[in-house]
């Protein structure tokens, strides 16, 4: 896996996606083609290893905040 810059097209489809599955957390893949960017698939419970290696981003704790600040707890 290599870093990619986030283009906005990539960011609306992906959260678009997640969407779509009713997913607030997802791994979505997706791929350029000849007919331009398509998703594989939204992971639910995205492993997110690789990509851990590619961002300073701390993943799993920015995910524990996330559902800390919007869970009904």
Not at 14 to 30: L, N, P, R, S
């Amino acid at each position: 896996m290599e870093p990619l810059e986030l283009t906005e097209e990539l960011k609306t489809l992906a959260i678009k996606a997640a969407k779509i599955t009713k997913t607030e957390i997802a791994g979505v893949d997706i791929i350029e083609s000849e007919k331009g960017l398509l998703v594989l698939e939204v992971n639910s419970i995205p492993g997110f290893t690789a990509l851990q290696k590619v961002t300073d981003i701390n993943l799993a704790e920015e995910i524990i905040s996330y559902f800390l600040k919007y869970s009904r707890i």
